[in-house]
């Protein structure tokens, strides 16, 4: 699995100018969500959290397709498959690279959030571990789906019909999350939340891994 | 001739005689209610009831279960027919028999279409996700057509809940929609098997199609219960579920009567949408037909 993960880093590393568009892609459609509410700087602030993790979901979908569309040329997966290693640890492998770079992309963008909408918060470990936990449930079934998706025509508009919908859960729990912790928790809210959104995590993580071996064999 | 007759008996009699038991069950709880007749073996009536609805249920994932999709449309002819019968009756009840509500009016009738819809719909997605679960372990190509009709069927009944929520919310809220957990499920689940839908149009080769698809309905069913419970705690407005006790059986009588009646009728619907699934399979996966015959009927 580490080999896998490896093999997954170095390839990001070498298309790191890929990371810097699908970054600016972000950025910028937190810029346009802006023009959408108008420049009144409470409102904009209030759904600054919303606004974040939008981005981070639209760029997410980009960042997802390209992960196996190197495994596409050159019939690259079916050699990947014979390899005397479980589909899983390719999976994994797949998945966590994916998580990371997820991550990273949600660091980059909450500055641009902290600049744009005034949202900034001191609790920077705990919005950090939001950040991990909600990139994660992006992640797992988001490499799932776009191990079937790459295979197929149209899969720009195919990875976002399938996932956007399952996601719904993750992406609630990471938004309320993000806000609790930007705008204050007065309710103690906080806890319950984190704890579906790592359930959700827990549960995708383990499905599309037992799943995945069915997905790519031939 | 008798073979076929036979092998047609063998497999529906069990399916039968259990609908004939909810069908002599459903009628005794009617009759006891209306006229204050018993039939029922001296059986509670809500004892009856329940057998009734079992029975019913039972027999119909029997039918669904010993159906040969490909050969013939039987089965959910009889359920077709069963179903018309159970919704005429169901309707009658609700429309004209059952008194309007205290605080809701004629609106609350829609009750009588939208709770069995909304029973129905989730039964037609379970439906789907067994079918995914049993072709994933037993390649069995019947339940790759069932699994695409129940999705089908389940999408079409989803919306139709979706619709029929929103024309009651609109006298009854004063608003076409609202962000409350068994709404947004709805849609979100709608969502998720347009999806699942739209992958199979667009896959090719049929063995893929089918394990993708299985792999896509199990990952959307298991979110059922995730997006329930984060939307529930994000927002909530809905009525609370009535349970039979505290709703008096002039109501929940159509209702259950049109609740089996859309279950025969889904059911049916699932079989045939499955039987058009694995017919079409069945000539995707025929060998094309000779270059030589072709050319033979063009001279």
């Given at each position: 699995?580490?080999?896998a993960?490896?093999?997954?880093?170095?390839?990001q590393?070498?298309t790191?100018?890929?990371?810097?568009?699908?970054?600016?892609?972000g950025?910028?459609?937190l810029l346009l969500?802006?023009?959408?509410?108008?420049?009144?700087a409470?409102?904009?602030?209030?759904?600054?959290?919303g606004?974040?993790?939008?981005g981070?979901l639209?760029?997410?979908?980009?960042?997802?397709?390209e992960s196996?569309h190197?495994e596409?040329?050159?019939?690259?997966?079916?050699?990947?498959?014979l390899?005397?290693?479980?589909?899983r640890?390719?999976?994994?492998g797949?998945?966590?690279?994916n998580w990371l770079?997820l991550?990273?992309?949600g660091?980059?963008?909450v500055?641009?959030?902290?600049?744009?909408y005034?949202?900034g918060?001191?609790?920077?470990?705990?919005?950090?571990?939001?950040?991990?936990?909600?990139?994660a449930?992006?992640?797992?079934?988001?490499?799932?789906?776009?191990?079937?998706t790459?295979?197929?025509?149209?899969?720009?508009?195919?990875?976002?019909l399938?996932?956007?919908?399952?996601i719904?859960?993750?992406?609630?729990?990471?938004?309320?999350?993000?806000s609790?912790?930007?705008?204050?928790?007065p309710?103690?809210?906080?806890?319950a939340w984190?704890?579906l959104?790592?359930?959700?995590?827990?549960?995708?993580?383990?499905?599309c891994?037992?799943?995945?071996?069915?997905v790519?064999?031939? | 001739?008798s073979?076929?007759?036979s092998?047609f008996?063998?497999?529906?009699?069990p399916?039968?005689?259990?609908?004939?038991?909810g069908?002599?069950?459903?009628?005794?709880?009617?009759?006891?209610e209306?006229n204050?007749i018993?039939?029922?073996?001296?059986?509670?009536?809500?004892?009856?009831?329940a057998?009734?609805?079992i029975?019913?249920v039972a027999?119909?994932i029997?039918?669904?279960?010993?159906?040969?999709?490909?050969t013939?449309?039987?089965g959910?002819?009889?359920?077709?027919?069963?179903?018309?019968?159970?919704?005429l009756?169901?309707?009658?009840?609700?429309?004209f028999?059952?008194?309007p509500?205290?605080?809701?009016?004629?609106?609350q009738?829609?009750m009588y279409?939208?709770?069995p819809?909304?029973?129905?719909a989730l039964?037609?997605?379970?439906?789907?996700?067994?079918?995914a679960?049993?072709?994933?372990?037993?390649?069995?190509w019947?339940?790759?057509?069932?699994m695409?009709?129940s999705?089908?069927?389940?999408?079409?009944?989803?919306f139709?809940?979706?619709?029929?929520?929103?024309?009651?919310a609109?006298?009854?809220w004063n608003?076409?929609?609202?962000w409350?957990?068994?709404?947004?499920?709805?849609?979100?689940?709608?969502?998720?098997?347009?999806?699942i839908?739209?992958?199979?149009?667009f896959?090719?080769?049929?063995?893929?199609?089918?394990?993708w698809?299985s792999v896509?309905t199990i990952?959307?069913?298991?979110?059922?219960?995730?997006?329930?419970?984060s939307?529930?705690?994000?927002?909530?407005?809905?009525?609370?579920?009535?349970s039979?006790?505290?709703?008096?059986?002039?109501?929940?009588?159509?209702?259950?009567?049109?609740?089996?009646?859309?279950l025969?009728?889904?059911?049916?619907?699932?079989m045939?949408?499955?039987?058009?699934?694995?017919?079409?399979?069945?000539q995707?996966l025929?060998?094309?037909?000779?270059v030589?015959a072709?050319?033979?009927?063009?001279?």
């Amino acid at each position: 699995m580490i080999a896998a993960l490896r093999k997954e880093l170095l390839l990001q590393w070498r298309t790191r100018a890929q990371f810097m568009a699908v970054f600016v892609f972000g950025a910028s459609a937190l810029l346009l969500f802006s023009f959408a509410v108008g420049p009144n700087a409470e409102i904009l602030r209030q759904f600054s959290a919303g606004f974040m993790w939008l981005g981070l979901l639209l760029s997410s979908t980009l960042t997802l397709a390209e992960s196996f569309h190197a495994e596409m040329e050159n019939r690259a997966l079916e050699g990947l498959l014979l390899l005397p290693v479980n589909p899983r640890t390719i999976y994994y492998g797949k998945a966590i690279a994916n998580w990371l770079q997820l991550v990273l992309l949600g660091f980059a963008l909450v500055p641009v959030m902290v600049i744009l909408y005034d949202a900034g918060t001191t609790k920077l470990p705990q919005l950090a571990l939001v950040i991990m936990l909600g990139t994660a449930g992006l992640s797992a079934p988001g490499t799932l789906y776009a191990a079937m998706t790459s295979q197929v025509r149209s899969r720009q508009t195919l990875l976002p019909l399938l996932l956007f919908p399952l996601i719904v859960p993750a992406l609630l729990a990471s938004v309320k999350l993000t806000s609790l912790i930007i705008l204050g928790d007065p309710m103690g809210q906080l806890s319950a939340w984190m704890k579906l959104l790592t359930a959700f995590d827990a549960i995708y993580w383990s499905l599309c891994g037992l799943l995945f071996d069915r997905v790519v064999e031939e | 001739m008798s073979t076929t007759k036979s092998l047609f008996v063998r497999r529906y009699v069990p399916g039968l005689v259990l609908l004939a038991i909810g069908a002599y069950f459903g009628f005794v709880v009617a009759l006891a209610e209306f006229n204050n007749i018993n039939l029922g073996f001296g059986l509670a009536t809500g004892l009856q009831a329940a057998i009734a609805a079992i029975a019913a249920v039972a027999g119909t994932i029997s039918f669904l279960i010993v159906d040969d999709v490909e050969t013939s449309a039987k089965g959910p002819n009889i359920l077709l027919v069963a179903g018309i019968i159970c919704f005429l009756i169901g309707s009658y009840i609700g429309l004209f028999v059952a008194p309007p509500e205290q605080h809701m009016g004629e609106v609350q009738r829609i009750m009588y279409v939208h709770v069995p819809t909304a029973w129905n719909a989730l039964l037609a997605m379970t439906v789907a996700f067994a079918s995914a679960v049993v072709f994933l372990f037993k390649s069995d190509w019947k339940w790759d057509a069932v699994m695409e009709g129940s999705i089908e069927v389940g999408v079409v009944f989803a919306f139709l809940l979706c619709a029929q929520g929103s024309i009651w919310a609109k006298p009854t809220w004063n608003v076409w929609w609202d962000w409350d957990p068994r709404l947004t499920t709805t849609a979100v689940l709608l969502f998720a098997f347009l999806g699942i839908l739209a992958l199979r149009r667009f896959v090719e080769d049929p063995v893929k199609r089918g394990i993708w698809s299985s792999v896509a309905t199990i990952i959307a069913y298991v979110d059922v219960p995730i997006v329930y419970f984060s939307v529930k705690w994000w927002n909530s407005l809905h009525q609370t579920q009535s349970s039979p006790g505290t709703v008096s059986k002039q109501f929940y009588l159509p209702l259950r009567a049109n609740a089996i009646g859309i279950l025969f009728l889904m059911t049916a619907f699932i079989m045939l949408r499955a039987r058009i699934s694995a017919l079409r399979l069945k000539q995707e996966l025929a060998p094309p037909p000779l270059v030589e015959a072709q050319l033979g009927e063009v001279v």
